[in-house]
């Protein structure tokens, strides 16, 4: 294959992310303000497997047909700085996790082709677009670090990939809405239209919570810390928030019908300290009188972004899972620990 020395070739100042509201099949979720671009975006992954199902039969050796293909799974994960915006409002409402996780939206990658050019004024006549159809939150990953800034990953499984160039219509930028009516006769057949990028475009510092203004408490029913340690000297920590999901198809429908969330879910936290103190004395001391006294924790994390706006997420019934202690020549005397929970049980505080 000849190779194309003059390509302009992507990088990452070359693409924008957007995302469309709910549900994706959907004119309305898919035009103007119902678009919202997604800041603080660090890095997209896409992936997708096609999956086939292999014929054989009797008195033949080899396969009689291997070209019947399922739809794919489309996984498509986004990182970016935590600001609490709107791909944390995917999962969570004010108060706690939404009612209604069996809603899908459409993502749009625009790829620019000009290096060094902010995409806050770009012209989006002509340029292509990556979209990403009926996509369903599958996960949320959030983790710090000491010195760190909150980075969350958001994974989502969805139905279809499409390239394309806009079309400009007065100061209106039209395409193919990659989204496929799943709940009906299973086409693509919607449009996206998107107004001037500048219309759509921040990346405001203010929206990031630095790493000394983040505070993490663990507590339990009838004491402030953990077995045989106290948590004052946290290094780093993650939340894992998984939701399950069952793919439902039904006869005569190539695509699923719904990736419907199914319950209860299970979260985990788990964080590492470095160990100054040994608990000596009292139910901590001991991991036999410890596990009888099985207690309950609640988790807060919470902080202030530059803004000085507030944010928590509290989790209360946590349960105590595992702790690793362990030190070597050169290094600290670390802790790691790990917490479960039904992730029903997390209240946000968006101040």
């Known amino acids: 294959m000849p ?21 994706a099949y959907g004119a309305e979720s898919n035009s103007g303000n119902n678009i919202s671009f997604l800041p603080l975006v660090q890095g997209v992954d896409f992936s997708f497997d096609i999956q086939r199902t292999d014929v054989a039969a009797l008195g033949t050796k080899g396969f009689v047909n291997q070209s019947i293909k399922n739809a794919p799974d489309v996984n498509l994960t986004v990182n ?18 939404k009612d209604n996780l069996d809603l899908d939206r459409n993502f749009y990658a625009v790829i620019g082709d000009q290096r060094g050019v902010d995409f806050s ?16 939150l599958d996960s949320i990953s959030m983790s710090q670090s000491v010195n760190g800034i909150i980075n969350s990953a958001y994974s989502f499984m969805g139905s279809n990939i499409q390239a394309q160039e806009l079309v400009q219509n007065n100061n209106i930028f039209s395409g193919h809405s990659p989204a496929i009516n799943l709940t009906g006769n299973q086409l693509q057949s919607g449009t996206v ?38 948590s004052d000297c946290i290094q780093d920590f993650s939340l894992d928030l998984p939701i399950n999901r069952k793919t439902i198809y039904g006869i005569g429908k190539k695509y699923p019908i719904i990736r419907k969330a199914t319950y209860p879910n299970k979260g985990s936290f788990k964080f590492s300290n470095k160990v100054s103190t040994f608990e000596v004395s009292g139910v901590r001391a001991n991991l036999k009188n410890f596990l009888n006294l099985d ?27 595992s702790q690793n202690i362990s030190s070597s ?23």
């Open 329 to 351: 020549v050169g290094q600290e005397l670390s802790s790691d620990l790990s917490f479960d929970f039904d992730i029903n049980k997390i209240r946000t505080v968006l101040a």
């Open 80 to 97: 970016a700085i935590e600001n609490f915006g709107d791909l944390f409002s995917s999962m969570f409402s004010e108060g706690g996790v």
């Open 121 to 136: 004024g770009i012209n989006l006549s002509g340029k292509t677009v990556i979209g990403f159809g009926n996509c369903f």
């Open 193 to 230: 239209q998107f107004s001037e990028m500048s219309d759509y475009y921040s990346n405001s510092i203010n929206d990031i919570v630095p790493y000394y203004s983040t505070n993490v408490l663990i507590s339990g029913n009838s004491s402030v810390g953990n077995f045989l340690i106290e």
């Open 3 to 23: 190779i194309n020395i003059n390509r302009p070739i992507i990088t990452y100042e070359n693409i924008a992310l957007l995302q469309s509201s709910t549900p």
């Open 295 to 321: 207690e309950s924790y609640n988790l807060i994390i919470s902080g202030q972004n530059y803004e000085k706006t507030d944010f928590s997420i509290e989790i209360s019934g946590a349960t105590f899972k």
